[in-house]
């Protein structure tokens, strides 16, 4: 009996496995360390050389700058899965802020060079940096846009959703990290006094509520799409 022929079968296609950055970047080696962190800890400071870019693992970091004044300005916070420190890639010799633990935290520090090796060689990873980088774009020109042209209230209400990173699909909803209401007030661009009122009354209406943590809802967008 002839054997059936397989030119009619096509074997089915092999399931792609996506990249997993996370796995890739615990594998520690040359010029990548894993370092842990307490909380207020700096992980460096404005001015200090830049060599490496850090990655963020868990926990959360402050983003700040100091003018010449000595008055501090929050510009970002950040969560999981965040970059920083990319500045060195693009020919920055120091830092031009400062970085602190917010809370116990555990970052990736990869070495500039190893960084550039490893976006020429992975492309996945350099795919979901380049991702990174531009939304973080976005996120700088939607600041301005806030600064400028919407209430104390409003931009309040904008930083909470984004610290409780909502729009973020890998990321837990409506848990805010550990903030004070003075660097609240310092990503605003308001007084202590002016986020304390409106934290207040965004409780009363059930915008946020404190259950062993700040927790936001999505109501709060409410505040953000009001004209």
């Known amino acids: ?38 909380k207020a800890e700096t992980i460096y400071s404005q001015g200090d050389d830049a060599r490496n870019v850090m990655y963020l693992k868990d926990g959360g970091v402050k983003l700040s700058v100091v003018n010449g004044a000595g008055k501090e300005a929050v510009v970002a916070i950040l969560g999981p899965g965040d ?4 500045g060195c890639l693009a020919g920055q ?44 774009n976005i996120r700088i020109e939607e600041d301005l846009i806030d600064q400028l042209f919407n209430s104390s209230e409003k931009r309040l209400a904008r930083t909470l959703l984004l610290l409780a990173r ?20 310092e990503m605003v661009g308001t007084t202590r006094s002016r986020v304390n009122f409106f934290m207040n009354k965004f409780r009363t209406l059930g915008f946020i509520k404190y259950n062993g943590g700040l927790q936001v809802n999505t109501s709060l967008l409410s505040v953000v799409l009001h004209d």
Do not use: C, W
């Not at 089915?12 to 996370?22: H, T």
């Not at 602190?100 to 979901?128: C, G, P, R």
């Not at 729009?167 to 609240?184: A, F, I, M, N, R």
């Open 1 to 38: 009996m002839a054997k059936p022929s397989n030119r009619n079968f096509k074997s089915a296609p092999k399931k792609k496995i996506a990249f997993n950055a996370q796995a890739f970047l615990d594998s520690t080696g040359v010029g990548r360390k894993e370092k842990q962190l307490k």
């Open 83 to 86: 970059f920083f420190g990319e």
């Open 93 to 136: 010799s120091v830092r031009m802020g400062t970085a602190t633990a917010i809370t116990s935290s555990t970052v990736h520090v990869i070495e500039k060079n190893e960084m550039l090796k490893i976006l020429h060689e992975q492309h996945a990873l350099s795919d979901q940096f380049i991702a990174f980088m531009l939304a973080r």
């Open 166 to 185: 909502y729009g973020k699909e890998d990321q837990p909803h409506g848990v805010l990290p550990q903030v004070s209401q003075e660097t609240l007030a």
